[in-house]
């Protein structure tokens, strides 16, 4: 199977948990869990190839809020820095299929904040 398809949505989601300063041990292990379970679902339907690193990022969100909790710093990623004022609210994926295209979107405004892997700038 062709992992290269893992090896960049793994590249595109730790750079945007690199750009929240979440590049940790912690995180890092959860990225790698998620990497492990989208790498057998591709094997057994190629054809998501296009969804896989939304997925991923999704994956990731879910298990940091599951690990720290929402209130922590460190479940809430990635935190929109777009809006201001108001209470602290995070970004998703579009489109929730995670794909094709993945896009961090804010979910209290809708707007567009940066492609997958470019929360950096
Ligand atoms: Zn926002």
Known sequence: ??????????ALVLSD????????PDSVTLLEDACAERRWWLGQWPE?????????????????????????KEGLWPVCTRC???????LHIEPDL???D????????GAVV?????LGG
């Open 102 to 109: 993945p896009t961090w979107v804010c979910e209290e405004s």
């Open 114 to 118: 940066a492609p997958l892997g470019a």
């Open 1 to 10: 199977m062709d992992d290269s398809v893992i090896f960049r949505a793994r």
């Open 48 to 72: 998501g190839a296009p969804f896989i690193a939304g997925l991923v990022a999704q994956d990731v969100q879910d298990a940091l809020a599951d690990r720290f909790g929402r209130r922590a």
């Open 98 to 100: 995670g794909g094709p």
């Open 84 to 90: 201001e004022g108001g209470p602290v609210h995070s």
């Open 17 to 24: 948990l690199q750009a929240r300063a979440l590049g940790t």
